[in-house]
């Protein structure tokens, strides 16, 4: 099993749609968990650092559900600029370890 | 503002020779960390460090190596690049252990 997992998607949704995405992770030393977003060929950039239960930003919203595993991300009233592949990350010590992205497209 | 830099943003190399991929932050931060991302593969990391000329591996070391001799500076080197290196390589850093890492824009590496 893959230490974090990420279902790759696509996930199609119209603008306006509330659309979550889970992340599991193995490894249950775990500290910290990361959202980033990520563009075609750019660099992933920080959305969202989860230290303890969770964290809410405006649309965004992250839970972390330590006893199962698992971190959500929970984006409301979606816009087309959300089109973006969603990664996961894990940190364990020195290491952030990442899942292989959720790809989300938001259609007019 | 968090700012990471990556010497060059295409890079094109032939089988055999030697390639330094630079990155540089002005954060001031602990650690950096090198990626490379390939389609279907995700992010893995190659190489990290925690101090000056300090290193530890991460999960696909082998062709690589690393250096750090200033704490906003950190090299990959692949000595001798082969085609199997062609990949998207990512700089990154992060103030302490635990805590987010902020990117670079990233190097395409074509190895041909």
């Known amino acids: 099993r893959k230490e974090v997992e990420q279902d790759p998607g696509p996930f199609n949704v119209p603008e306006g749609a509330t659309v979550a995405f889970n992340c599991t992770y193995s490894?249950?030393?775990?500290?910290?968990f990361f959202w980033y977003r990520q563009d075609c060929r750019k660099e992933p950039k920080l959305l969202m650092s989860v230290y303890s239960s969770g964290n809410e930003d405006g649309r965004f919203t992250a839970q972390l559900n330590r006893a199962s595993q698992y971190i959500s991300l929970l984006i409301r009233d979606s816009k087309l600029s959300d089109s973006a592949t969603y990664l996961c990350?894990?940190?364990?010590?020195?290491?952030?370890?990442f899942g292989g992205g959720t790809r989300l497209m938001v259609k007019p | 503002d968090v700012k990471v830099t990556q010497s060059s943003r295409y890079l094109v190399k032939r089988t055999g020779e030697k390639v330094f991929l630079e990155c540089v932050q002005d954060?001031?931060?602990?650690?950096m960390f090198w990626y490379r991302q390939d389609p279907g593969l995700g992010l893995r990391l190659i190489y990290f460090?925690?101090?000056?000329?300090?290193?530890e591996k991460g999960d696909i070391p082998e062709g690589y190596s690393v250096s750090r001799e200033k704490k906003e500076r950190f090299s990959l080197i692949l000595e001798s690049a082969s085609t199997n290196q062609t990949s998207m390589y990512l700089c990154?850093?992060?103030?302490?252990?635990?805590?987010?890492?902020?990117f670079g824009p990233g190097t395409r590496l074509t190895v041909t």
């Open positions: 490894n249950s030393a775990s500290q910290s």
């Open positions: 460090s925690y101090d000056v000329k300090m290193k």
């Open positions: 990154a850093s992060s103030p302490y252990t635990g805590y987010e890492q902020y």
């Open positions: 954060m001031d931060h602990e650690n």
């Open positions: 990350g894990r940190n364990a010590g020195n290491m952030l370890t």
